[in-house]
């Protein structure tokens, strides 16, 4: 059974930092791209960050780079994005999601395959 199971959404200040973590069970994570998604309140499903888990490359969007580190874990099957100086536009429902596209690009939400049932980033003073 495949599953992605999401932790580490909390309350945090800005300039606060979060590391969220996702655990993948029921499949070969190698072969996929899996991504960190965000949505708040009255706005779209965007992409975050991914991560291409067998060569580790990279993507960020540009609203978070500099900010937020994607970095996985083989031997746990889980990828983390590290959130650091956190703004009061970042709070948001975090998802994680898996595809089968291997790109050099952040994928879109219409790529991913399956989907986490997310966690939630609250930043507040």
């Known amino acids: 059974q495949v599953q992605l199971v999401e932790s580490g959404g909390d309350f945090v200040q800005p300039g606060g930092s979060l590391r969220l973590s996702c655990v993948a069970s029921?499949?070969?994570?190698?072969?996929?791209?899996v991504g960190w998604f965000r949505q708040a309140p009255g706005k779209s499903r965007e992409g975050v960050s991914d991560?291409?888990?067998?060569?580790?490359?990279?993507n960020y969007a540009d609203s978070v780079k500099g900010r937020f580190t994607i970095s996985k874990d083989k031997a746990k099957s889980t990828v983390y994005l590290q959130m650091n100086s956190l703004k009061p536009d970042d709070p948001a429902v975090y998802s994680c999601?898996?595809?089968?596209?291997?790109?050099?690009?952040?994928?879109?939400?219409?790529?991913?395959?399956?989907w986490g049932k997310g966690t939630l980033v609250t930043v507040s003073s």
């Open positions: 991560i291409r888990f067998s060569s580790g490359r990279a």
């Open positions: 999601a898996i595809s089968g596209i291997v790109n050099d690009h952040l994928l879109s939400p219409y790529d991913m395959d399956f």
């Open positions: 029921g499949f070969i994570v190698d072969y996929y791209t």
